[in-house]
């Protein structure tokens, strides 16, 4: 995980007062614990290939909830919720299915939020 990366892009998203506004729950860090941090991960990959990773989403926008898993509230505070923020954000192209280069950058940083959030 490149650190200063990832530490750069959070910094941009701060500035974003809705990006900024997404925090973990008491219940999510519950969750976290309880889950440990390898599932959270399996489940963030699980997410990432089933949501975000074909070329076309039919529903893009609208793929990612609000809530119900701790990786869904990353995924809003990293702008990785769906292909027209990843593209916005991360200048990762919307029409061809994402690589696995791409999607291990976009599960690293679901990884990186969450575990400074835990802190």
Not at 106 to 118: G, R, S, Y
Request: overall charge positive.
């Amino acid at each position: 995980m490149n650190n200063n990366r990832y530490n750069f892009i959070l910094e941009k998203l701060s500035m974003s007062k809705f990006r900024s506004s997404f925090k973990l729950k008491e219940n999510d860090r519950k969750y976290i614990k309880d889950k440990g941090i390898a599932k959270i991960k399996e489940d963030a990959y699980d997410f990432i290939s089933k949501r975000l990773a074909s070329t076309n989403i039919p529903n893009d926008g609208k793929q990612t909830p609000m809530k119900g898993h701790p990786v869904f509230i990353a995924q809003h505070a990293t702008a990785t919720c769906c292909r027209k923020c990843l593209y916005k954000w991360h200048k990762i192209s919307q029409n061809k299915e994402l690589t696995l280069e791409e999607q291990d950058y976009i599960v690293n940083l679901i990884m990186f939020w969450l575990e400074k959030q835990m802190k």
